[in-house]
């Protein structure tokens, strides 16, 4: 089964900051790589797909990019809602395993 | 407005059985492929099974293969997940969660999973 790696497993940052969280693959998913942001006691909200596509709604301070094994989130200008939990999801092939998550923190 | 809500989660002993559901309003249910994924307490997220629109695709997590079954009632806009032999590992919050139409290929290629219920509980204790 496919891997994900993530990185860190826990940030601190303050409001304003540009932070990047990574994800690798144990092998290569092309660009079928998706971030997701869970707030404590919610459901995780799909924040990209695809790598790089951010869906509708979602603040353009949240980019993602790579494609083959290694991928990145990055957050430009850190709001005090986006401390949260992100995931990243391989969607290449079954099972479609999700990475360990990254906590972001305040600072 | 797009929902999904789960329900069946209860306190069940090891080695039990337990039938979850989802029913799905303001979209059109047969258009989208349907996912259960689970998070244990404090943990991460973890996808378990995925079922296609006409249930012909069927995949599951290797925890969970064998012991789950993934079904789906179009008619009723719901999905469903049997869930047998339980183990006090399976003790998690259940969701649905709801993605576009996979892309069938060498693989089964998928665009994210974007939207998801609010969770049903499941706890095996004896």
């Known amino acids: 089964d496919m891997q994900m790696t993530q990185s860190p497993s826990s940030l601190s940052a303050s409001v304003g900051d540009r932070v990047t969280i990574t994800c690798r693959a144990s092998q290569s998913i092309s660009s079928y790589l998706n971030w997701y942001q869970q707030k404590p006691g919610k459901a995780p909200k799909l924040l990209i797909s695809a790598a790089s596509s951010l869906r509708s709604g979602v603040p353009s301070r949240f980019s993602g990019s790579g494609s083959g094994t290694d991928f990145s989130l990055t957050i430009s200008g850190l709001q005090p809602e986006d401390f949260a939990t992100y995931y990243c999801?391989?969607?290449?092939?079954?099972?479609?395993?999700f990475g360990q998550g990254t906590k972001l923190e305040i600072k | 407005e797009v929902h999904l809500v789960e329900s069946g989660g209860v306190v069940v002993q090891p080695g039990g059985s337990l039938r979850l559901s989802c029913a799905a309003s303001?979209?059109?249910?047969?258009?989208?492929?349907m996912h259960w994924v689970r998070q244990a307490p404090g943990k991460g997220l973890e996808w378990l099974s995925l079922?296609?629109?006409?249930?012909?695709?069927?995949y599951y997590a290797d925890s969970v293969k064998g012991r789950f079954t993934i079904s789906r009632d179009n008619s009723k806009n719901s999905l469903y997940l049997e869930m047998n032999s339980l183990r006090t590992g399976d003790t998690a919050l259940y969701y649905c969660?709801?993605?576009?139409?996979?892309?069938?290929?060498?693989?089964?290629?998928?665009?994210?999973?974007?939207?998801w219920g609010h969770g049903t509980t499941v706890t095996v204790s004896s």
């Open positions: 969660v709801r993605s576009p139409p996979g892309v069938v290929g060498t693989h089964y290629y998928l665009y994210g999973l974007d939207v």
């Open positions: 999801q391989q969607s290449f092939s079954a099972p479609y395993t």
């Open positions: 079922i296609n629109w006409d249930g012909d695709r069927r």
């Open positions: 303001g979209f059109t249910f047969d258009d989208y492929t």
